[in-house]
């Protein structure tokens, strides 16, 4: 075992512990969203100690995706990782900022997506645990591919199995057959790595688990068309996707978070309550929300002009269940949710027109005033879907405020770039 | 309604038009009440104001808040275990369409307290100033937000999911309303539409998936309408960014493989198209 490993091993045990201690300290409030919210930071701890477990006990584990069908390496008991989460949890812990700036001094140049510049940095430094086979995620966009070819050349992730699922362009039912065809070959390479196998009847219970949560997460999406908005930018929407897609994928426990979220939910929207005192202005947030400066920038909104996030794409819940009464059909359904269904990739990847239809319904069913476009930087594609976004906004007569910023990095466009810009742009369309 | 002729009709280009599909489901409803599923019609006609003053609830922008909470929840169509189908279709022939007709294929919603009923919905709408531009916004309106009290479309893609409140049920909404609340809807916010029917049906898991083969079918040239309707605003991915001959161009041959690929999946596409309805005219 080489240091650079006691390194991502240290961080994981440290990441167990303080995310435990968010959760204890979650629990001692009064307020039950708080207490359901802070149960995140639970799971957060106790699958970093899945891995923990698994690396003292000297047991296999890998890296996979969200969008690489997680059912699977839960169904098959393999404990799993996702390296691409790593800028994203990274927000919680100070020096995000040098972080980034190390990302430069490696050479990386600043117009690669921050959160891929991360990722590279977080094997390059070897932040993570090392795990026995790598699921690989070379899609959406064409950074991801090359987060790949830069593990493959790492000194201590370079020979590690991998294999990644090749995704096809188009959202059709050819498609569908292809990527389900490479599920079984990702699940046939697993197999080969660690030894387990996977049954079928145990996938299905998974899928079916999983299924349980995605209704219920649709539940609670249309709770969140109810003015006022039950709930703002702090909870809800990401913290979904992060337990259905990330740390309680087809758990029994992340299914009961769920119920308890839309119970709390429907109370509140029965008693009329909003997020904000007084909701003035119903925001679509068109990208993943600020990260780097989320807490700074996202009350500042909701105090100063009652804007409330109802929507973000990581909330969007265009998810529809697994029919689980025939084999070939599960293997399509975790094929179909992978390929277009998942945030980010069902944005950037394929033709435009299908998200188009979510931005009108999501205006539609949320009663959105306006729809923010932040043009992460990383997001190139925004810049080619960006006119016909814009244009479909036109004609349903809603306004579209284009920022362009980092979503990591508030050095980018600052924070208080953004506020001012926000704020004109409320005033220009008379509601600031 | 009267057979249409051919696929194509006026200038719409070859294999864009809804025509065919209109005959298939009208062929499909006479199958259907010849298998014995029980059928009721009713005849909503007149001016959109006029059909919403019969109705039991409000229609119209705000009439509803877009929510139905679990508990206050009568019936649910088109759950992804019933199984559901949104179908819309347009005609510039608006002679193929009955005005105002509403055919309910199945059980009614008054008779289904607590059931979640298979649900397929088809909207035919006829107008000869139709054109492939009013494509998107027709097929967008079959998803009324919050337009009609004490019924909620859910968010799902490719499916239409809905809830019937208590309340309303209460006071009488029944497809007859709900057909006439689609009828007034789409009359009122496109004026172009001549004549419109609407087709429920509500018998069965099978039934519904033979409309799917119906909308699976129109989706294509569904799509492709999108497509051109984006074009004309000037909008059209496809397009060449690089300015320059292509002779000269150092991705032409990407872009011939790109081309070669594309025409590859469209024939492979309609050659299954047309042996699943050959497969089906048979049996």
């Known amino acids: 075992m080489t240091t650079e490993e006691h390194r991502g091993i240290r961080s994981y045990k440290e990441d167990r512990e303080r995310y435990a201690g968010f959760y204890a300290l979650s629990q001692q409030s009064e307020n039950p969203e708080i207490r359901v919210a802070g149960r995140l930071a639970k799971f957060v701890s106790e699958a970093r100690d899945t891995i923990l477990t698994a690396h003292e006990e000297g047991r296999p584990f890998v890296n996979n995706n969200y969008c690489t069908a997680p059912e699977i390496t839960e169904a098959m008991d393999i404990p799993w990782l996702m390296l691409y989460e790593a800028p994203f949890m990274a927000v919680s812990v100070e020096g995000l900022s040098d972080q980034i700036d190390e990302t430069g001094a490696m050479g990386l140049g600043t117009d690669l997506c921050t959160a891929i510049r991360s990722s590279i940095y977080y094997v390059e430094k070897d932040l993570v645990p090392v795990p026995s086979a790598v699921i690989g995620f070379i899609f959406p966009c064409d950074g991801m591919p090359m987060l790949h070819q830069v593990i493959k050349h790492s000194k201590t992730w370079g020979h590690i199995p991998m294999f990644c699922p090749d995704p096809p362009y188009f959202n059709d039912d050819r498609s569908i057959d292809y990527f389900a065809n490479e599920l079984k070959k990702m699940t046939a390479f697993l197999e080969k790595e660690t030894g387990a196998k996977l049954d079928m009847d145990r996938l299905r219970e998974v899928v079916e688990e999983s299924d349980r949560q995605y209704l219920l997460w649709q539940e609670y999406n249309e709770l969140r068309r109810a003015v006022p908005c039950p709930h703002g930018y702090g909870l809800g929407g990401p913290m979904c996707f992060a337990v259905s897609q990330m740390f309680k994928v087809g ?8 119920q308890n979220l839309v119970d709390l939910t429907e109370e509140k929207v029965e008693k009329g309550i909003g997020a904000v005192e007084k909701e003035k202005i119903r925001l679509f947030w068109f990208d993943i929300m600020p990260s780097g400066f989320i807490f700074e920038f996202m009350p500042w909104l909701e105090e100063e002009f009652g804007a409330v ?5 990581f909330g969007n819940h265009p998810y529809t269940t697994i029919d689980t009464s025939d084999e070939q059909e599960i293997w399509r359904g975790l094929a179909k949710r992978g390929l277009f269904d998942t945030p980010m990739v069902r944005q950037a990847m394929g033709p435009a027109e299908g998200f188009v239809d979510d931005l009108v319904r999501i205006v539609k069913d949320y009663q959105i005033d306006v729809v923010v476009w ?26 579209f405020m284009d920022i362009r910023m980092d979503i990591f990095d508030r050095r980018y466009t600052t924070p ?15 509601v600031g | 309604m009267s057979e249409p002729a051919s696929r194509d009709v006026d200038d719409a280009p070859p294999g864009q038009s809804f025509d065919l599909h209109i005959a298939e489901v009208a062929r499909l409803v006479e199958e259907l009440g010849a298998a014995g599923r029980p059928t009721r019609v009713w005849h909503a006609r007149g001016e959109a104001d006029a059909l919403l003053e019969k109705l039991p609830m409000r229609v119209g922008p ?26 819309l279709l347009w005609t510039r022939r608006s002679e193929l369409i009955e005005d105002g007709r509403i055919t309910l294929v199945g059980p009614g919603l008054q008779e289904s307290e607590g059931a979640s009923l298979p649900f397929g919905q088809v909207v035919m709408v006829g107008g000869e100033a139709l054109d492939k531009g009013d494509q998107s916004a027709l097929e967008l309106k079959q998803f009324v937000a919050n337009q009609i009290e004490g019924y909620m479309i859910r968010r799902a893609p490719g499916r239409l999911w809905s809830r019937v409140g208590r309340e309303i049920a209460g006071k009488g909404f029944d497809f007859e309303a709900l057909g006439a609340a689609l009828i007034a809807i789409f009359k009122g916010e496109l004026p172009k539409i001549r004549t419109m029917q609407v087709l429920f049906v509500t018998s069965g898991r099978e039934d519904v998936e033979r409309l799917g083969e119906i909308a699976e ?3 294509l040239i569904g799509a492709e309408l999108a497509k051109e309707a984006w074009r004309a605003k000037g909008f059209d991915p496809a397009a060449c960014s690089v300015s320059h001959d292509c002779g000269s161009c150092s991705e032409q041959q ?29 049996g």
């Not at chain 1, 996030?309 to 794409?313: C, F, Y």
């Not at chain 2, 139905?68 to 169509?77: C, H, Q």
């Not at chain 2, 011939?256 to 299954?272: G, S, T």
């Open chain 1, 374 to 399: 932040p043009g992460h930087m990383g997001h190139k594609e925004t810049q080619g879907t960006f006119g016909i976004m814009r244009e479909a906004c036109r004609e349903l007569g809603v306004p």
């Open chain 2, 62 to 87: 705000g009439a509803h808040s877009g929510l139905i909470l679990r508990k206050d929840v009568f019936a649910e169509l088109g759950s992804p275990d019933a199984g559901s189908c949104p179908l």
């Open chain 2, 217 to 219: 079918e129109a989706s």
């Open chain 2, 254 to 282: 990407d872009c011939d493989d790109i081309r070669e690929v594309v025409l590859l999946r469209r024939q492979a596409k309609r050659a299954a198209q047309s042996a699943k309805k050959a497969k089906r005219a048979e």
């Open chain 1, 309 to 313: 996030v109802v929507m973000d794409m």
């Open chain 1, 416 to 430: 208080d770039q953004i506020k001012d810009k926000f704020a004109r742009f409320f005033a220009g369309i008379g």
């Open chain 1, 251 to 258: 758990h029994k426990d992340g299914t009961e978070w769920f």
